[in-house]
């Protein structure tokens, strides 16, 4: 079972400004419990191929860059929590004038397990619509 989810938000700033936030040191600024452990590179620079987990016990998710073009603020990541599902996650920012950015973020989830299959099934498009608002509260409330 797989399922893919998509949704936009606009934050008043520059491009240049938000499309860091949507990388693991940048998210550090914002997500509450976010504390990534940096495999490759260990300082936690973003580029292609970098390493990294998050969680622990059945949420242990191993992270890896697949795309990393900060000129086109675009980044796609592969994560992998082995107790559940696959997921690949896009981000894309676009500027609207120049103190504005229109800001993509797309997941596709596969179930590698029964409780992937129930995460999946418990994820209907609303909420993650709502997850993806949440974000735009956070980085307007902490970063």
């Not at 240049?16 to 949507?22: G, I, R, T, W």
């Not at 796609?76 to 504005?100: H, I, N, Q, W």
């Amino acid at each position: 079972m797989s399922n893919d989810y998509a949704h936009e938000f606009r934050l008043d700033r520059p491009v240049e400004a938000a499309f860091p936030l949507f990388t693991p040191k940048g998210e550090e600024s914002w997500v509450p419990g976010w504390r990534p452990r940096y495999l490759q590179p260990p300082s936690g620079e973003t580029c292609e191929e970098m390493l990294f987990v998050t969680g622990e016990g059945e949420e242990e998710t191993f992270w890896t860059c697949l795309a990393y073009q900060p000129e086109t603020w675009h980044a796609r990541y592969l994560r992998v929590t082995p107790a559940s599902r696959v997921a690949f996650v896009d981000v894309r920012c676009k500027p609207e004038g120049s103190d504005r950015t229109r800001v993509r973020v797309a997941y596709q989830i596969h179930a590698l397990t029964n409780t992937g299959q129930a995460y999946l099934e418990a994820l209907p498009q609303s909420a993650f619509i709502e997850m993806i608002d949440t974000w735009l509260r956070l980085i307007e409330e902490r970063a």
